[in-house]
């Protein structure tokens, strides 16, 4: 056979083998088995609002078919766990925006109606070709497409979402740019306000955008951020340093009321949160009551032991703080109260601690976080009383002044009504309590210390005769702590508070 002759045998076998493959599939796939094949999907709004009006969820989706073209389409949308849905069905010619049944473009619109139920509800799509073969596209379908799948039915206002920046750290003369992450669930427009930041700062209203260029004073600032969607706010607080390394130690005050005996097994327990280890130290303060002088029983701050990253520590009050500083137990001064200052000499760290005596439960408080740089002057305690401010109750509040400096203390006092209720002040003015020495506590009785000086007869049996007091003490660089112990009410005992 010539070469000629081989050529012509092979363009003959290549177009039977076409003619074969041609006619051949046609017989093959002459009836459509196949259903619609979602391609892609993507669905908006992602969350919808229905106080106010019904709400439209439109759907763009590509779907192909073989070979007798999309003919029905359906989405729909379903509160999990529940029959409630919405869908639409249509016909494939009334949604097709581009392309055609075998390859094409579907919009599909589906209204959740006002006052539906809030919650997660989940999408699922049908289609059908003009031979009746379906398709079901579930959460499990949409997601191996990465399709979305969730629509979110909320109901009223969501407050706005502000991611806290945690603590910034700058030099002096530093250019800043620091921009706010929020948002809004319903996705109401934001506006952005800030107070205390440091003078050279400010921030965006629309943008939430901080940015200045930092002056020469070195300083830690207390910045409140706060995002508001025209009615609802959310704020978040953080410190910025100024030329201010990060603490290195953190401050932890325990109070220990007539819980220094040994037999009383009075232990503090204290955390470490940091990644490296850390050495903790204490300075024990008398805790007198108002009249009394507040002094110092450490000459200086007492080593305890290295603290490991991550690790808590047991500590015995008599045997490992009090018989080494020779402090005569049980403790009788100030009625046998004693507060206590651990630092924990770490990088970086935020500690705990927890004041535990085994024969007083008022001696056993919840852990306490006290970060040690501190910068709000003046500091503002807050403490409830509920039906405290009984005389036989011997109501109390313990402060703490955690700043180098003496500070003079004032309080105001305030009603606790129930909702519905008016509160009000009851101080013409704040009340003077006179000033607490630096780094000092004091033992300050409700009723003979501030109830009757304002002239509020006790025991004052309104709203229940629960009461609110703010503390202010100005001193600089104070953080306080205040607790409230009343002696026959468990409920009237609680934990110190920070509040910045
Ligand atoms: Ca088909
Ligand atoms: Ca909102």
């Not at 997660?120 to 009746?132: K, M, P, Q, R, Y």
């Not at 379906?134 to 039915?153: E, G, Q």
């Not at 000086?453 to 600089?476: H, M, R, S, V």
Request: aromatic content about 6%.
């Amino acid at each position: 056979m010539s070469l000629k002759g081989s050529r012509n045998l092979h363009k003959e076998t290549s177009l039977a083998l076409f003619f074969y493959l041609v006619l051949g599939s046609s017989l093959l796939f002459g009836q459509d088995g196949s259903p619609p094949v979602l391609v892609s999907l993507d669905f908006s709004p992602k969350l919808v609002n229905v106080s106010d009006s019904d709400q439209t969820v439109t759907t763009d989706l590509r779907i192909t078919d073989n070979l007798s073209g999309v003919n029905q389409l359906s989405v729909l949308f379903k509160k999990s766990g529940t029959q409630t849905a919405v869908s639409d069905s249509v016909t494939a010619a009334a949604s097709l925006i581009s392309g055609d049944f075998q390859d094409g473009i579907y919009r599909v619109q589906v209204t959740v109606r006002r006052f539906s139920p809030t919650g997660n509800w989940i999408l699922i799509i049908t289609a059908t070709d003009s031979v009746g073969n379906a398709l079901v596209c579930d959460a499990t379908c949409l997601a191996a497409i990465n399709a979305p799948s969730t629509l979110v039915v909320t109901a009223g206002n969501s407050p706005p979402v502000v991611t806290n920046p945690g603590t910034q750290s700058n030099g002096n003369g530093d250019s800043v740019s620091l921009q706010i992450q929020a948002s809004d669930p319903d996705g109401d427009t934001l506006t952005y306000s800030a107070i205390g930041l440091p003078p050279g700062l400010s921030i965006g209203s629309n943008s939430g955008l901080i940015s200045g260029t930092l002056g020469l004073n070195s300083e830690t600032y207390a910045v409140f951020v706060s995002a508001s969607d025209g009615s609802i706010s959310t704020s978040v607080n953080f410190q910025w340093l100024v030329n201010v390394a990060e603490a290195s130690g953190t401050v932890l005050v325990a109070n220990f009321m007539n819980g220094n005996n040994e037999s009383l097994n009075s232990r503090v327990y204290l955390w470490n949160t940091s990644e490296s280890s850390g050495n903790v130290s204490v300075r024990v303060f008398t805790l007198p009551i108002r009249g009394g002088t507040p002094q110092e029983l450490t000459n200086t701050p007492l080593d305890i032991r290295t603290l490991r990253a991550k690790s808590a520590v047991n500590i015995k009050l008599a045997e490992d703080i009090l018989a080494p500083l020779g402090i005569v137990l049980p403790y009788t001064t100030d009625g046998g109260n004693l507060t206590l200052e651990f630092t924990i000499g770490a990088t970086g760290v935020g500690g705990s601690a927890q004041v535990f005596s085994s024969s007083l439960a008022l001696g056993t408080y919840p852990l306490q976080e006290i970060p040690s740089t501190a910068s709000v002057n003046p500091t503002v305690l807050a403490a409830h009383f509920m039906n405290g401010n009984n005389a036989s109750l011997n109501s109390r509040v313990y402060l703490w002044n955690p700043s180098a400096s003496a500070g003079n203390i004032t309080v105001r006092v305030f009603t606790l009504p129930l909702s519905g209720g008016s509160n009000q002040e009851l101080t013409p003015a704040p009340l003077s309590l006179g000033a607490l020495a630096a780094k000092s506590a004091l033992n300050v009785k409700l009723i003979e210390d501030i109830l009757i000086p304002l002239g509020i007869p006790t025991p004052y049996t309104t709203d229940g005769g629960n009461l609110t007091l703010e503390f202010t003490i100005t001193a600089e660089n104070v953080r306080g702590i205040a607790q409230v112990f009343s002696s026959d009410l468990a409920f009237g005992t609680y934990p110190m508070q920070v509040i910045q």
